[in-house]
T-cell receptor, first 115, second 113 residues
Framework: DTGVSQDPRHKITKRGQNVTFRCDPI?????LYWYRQTLGQGPEFLTY????????KSRLLSDRFSAERPKGSFSTLEIQRTEQGDSAMYLC?????????????FGPGTRLLVL | GDSVTQMEGPVTLSEEACLTI???????????LFWYVQYPGEGLQLLLK?????DKGSNKGFEATYRKETTSFHLEKGSVQVSDSAVYFC????????????FGKGTKLSVKP
């Protein structure tokens, strides 16, 4: 396994701009999760996919956030009209849930700074 | 709602000291319990897990036992090393088909030589 990869690793943007992050899960993992982590806190769940279906979204995921996983492989998380409060580390994780394995494997994260 | 509470840090220990990081969780359903570790400059890594009551997870000298009666999953290590310096996160899932994790706030451990 090559592990979960995320791109970019760092993103600096101005308030009001749109940003998009990409996550490539471990191959054959059919569940993919997005979390957000702010300084000094644990990760907070945003949304997850099983294959291409988005099964749950957290209340943290406002209308400005959208996530897709069009072919059940990689996923994108877009934030529109960014706000300074969106500054955080965005984490992606994947798991082979269908085989009864619950462990989530995390990527290195994308650190977003909104100026 | 569901939550995970872990002792706040930072925790500073001398090398070879004993470590305990307390973690308690709200008991909803039959969750699996996890400890993740984040080394400086790196991503979250699974350290150990337990999927049912009385299970003991262990890895790299760390242990934690799933205690349903006290809703706890305390992390322990008998002799810490400088290389154990990291942030440790306790987490649970919902069990069943809902797989997302709920994390504690993390405990930063610093081990001095």
């Amino acid at each position: 396994d090559t592990g979960v990869s995320q791109d970019p690793r760092h993103k600096i943007t101005k308030r009001g701009q749109n940003v998009t992050f990409r996550c490539d899960p471990i191959s054959e993992h059919n569940r993919l999760y997005w979390y957000r982590q702010t300084l000094g806190q644990g990760p907070e769940f945003l949304t997850y996919f099983q294959n291409e279906a988005q099964l749950e979204k957290s209340r943290l995921l406002s209308d400005r956030f959208s996530a897709e996983r069009p072919k059940g492989s990689f996923s994108t998380l877009e934030i529109q009209r960014t706000e300074q409060g969106d500054s955080a580390m965005y984490l992606c994780a994947s798991s082979p849930r269908d085989r009864g394995e619950e462990t989530q494997y995390f990527g290195p994260g994308t650190r977003l700074l909104v100026l | 709602g569901d939550s995970v509470t872990q002792m706040e840090g930072p925790v500073t220990l001398s090398e070879e000291a004993c470590l305990t990081i307390n973690c308690t969780y709200t008991a909803t359903g039959y969750p699996s319990l996890f400890w993740y570790v984040q080394y400086p400059g790196e991503g979250l890594q699974l350290l150990l897990k337990a999927t049912k009551a009385d299970d003991k997870g262990s890895n790299k000298g760390f242990e934690a036992t799933y205690r349903k009666e006290t809703t706890s999953f305390h992390l322990e290590k008998g002799s810490v090393q400088v290389s154990d310096s990291a942030v440790y996160f306790c987490a649970k899932n919902y069990g069943g088909s809902q797989g997302n994790l709920i994390f504690g706030k993390g405990t930063k451990l610093s081990v001095k030589p």
